[in-house]
Structures are given as structure tokens and as C-alpha cells.
Nanobody, 123 residues
Framework: QVQLVESGGGLVQPGGSLRLSCAAS????????MGWYRQVPGNERELVAG???????NYADSVKGRFTISRDAAKNTVYLQMNNLKPEDTTVYYC?????????????????WGQGTQVTVNS
């Protein structure tokens, strides 16, 4: 069983910063990537930022230059530094862990999710 525990959300004024953390624990094998998603009510969950075990990162266009994702492999923890926050960044942010394990039948992929942390940007 894999558990993802998020922290760091909260209320901040426009232009402010927050740092989200997500620690993974449990029987974790074959980590391929970790990342952060967000979901506005009525919309699909969207990728905010992701980082693979090899190091490459990717970001949503809306957060490029403002958000930075990083990972501590030894702690199975991923961070999201969010700077210059805007009101449109307000929503719930979810941590994701994606695994990929080779089997005789092919690659078995799984996704694990955190419980979500609220980020509110409001003056």
C-alpha cells in the first residue's frame, strides 16, 4: 500500500509564495515520476508540474517561470515551490506518484494520489 501525504497549502496574497510538499511511503516500487495536479470544480484534473526519476521536468504553460518542482529521491518526497501566485491558481492541488514496472506481460503502470491540499490566493 502506498500513501502520499501532502502539506504546505494555505492562504496567500497575490504575488506571494507557497511551498507544497508530498511524502510517499509504503511499498513503493518502480517509481517513474512524481508530480502535482490541480482541479478546478467542473474541470478535469490538470498537470501542473512533473518530474521523472531521471530528472526531466515539465510544467503547464500557465505556471512556467513561477513554479518549480523538485524531488528528494532518498526521502521519496516531491516539492512544488510556487512564486508570484495569482488568484487563478486558487484550487485544490493533488500529489501524484506514477509507477512503471516491467512484467512478462508488459509494463504495469499505476497512479497513486494524495488527499489534496487547498491553495487560496486572495487579497
Amino acid at each position: 500500500q502506498v500513501q502520499l501525504v501532502e502539506s504546505g497549502g494555505g492562504l496567500v496574497q497575490p504575488g506571494g509564495s507557497l511551498r507544497l510538499s508530498c511524502a510517499a511511503s509504503g511499498n513503493i516500487f518502480g517509481i517513474y515520476s512524481m508530480g502535482w495536479y490541480r482541479q478546478v470544480p467542473g474541470n478535469e484534473r490538470e498537470l501542473v508540474a512533473g518530474i521523472t526519476t531521471a530528472g526531466p521536468t515539465n510544467y503547464a504553460d500557465s505556471v512556467k517561470g513561477r513554479f518549480t518542482i523538485s524531488r528528494d529521491a532518498a526521502k521519496n518526497t516531491v516539492y512544488l515551490q510556487m512564486n508570484n501566485l495569482k488568484p487563478e491558481d486558487t484550487t485544490v492541488y493533488y500529489c501524484n506518484l506514477h509507477t512503471a514496472i516491467g512484467t512478462a506481460a508488459g509494463v504495469k503502470r499505476d497512479d497513486y494520489w494524495g488527499q489534496g491540499t487547498q491553495v487560496t490566493v486572495n487579497s
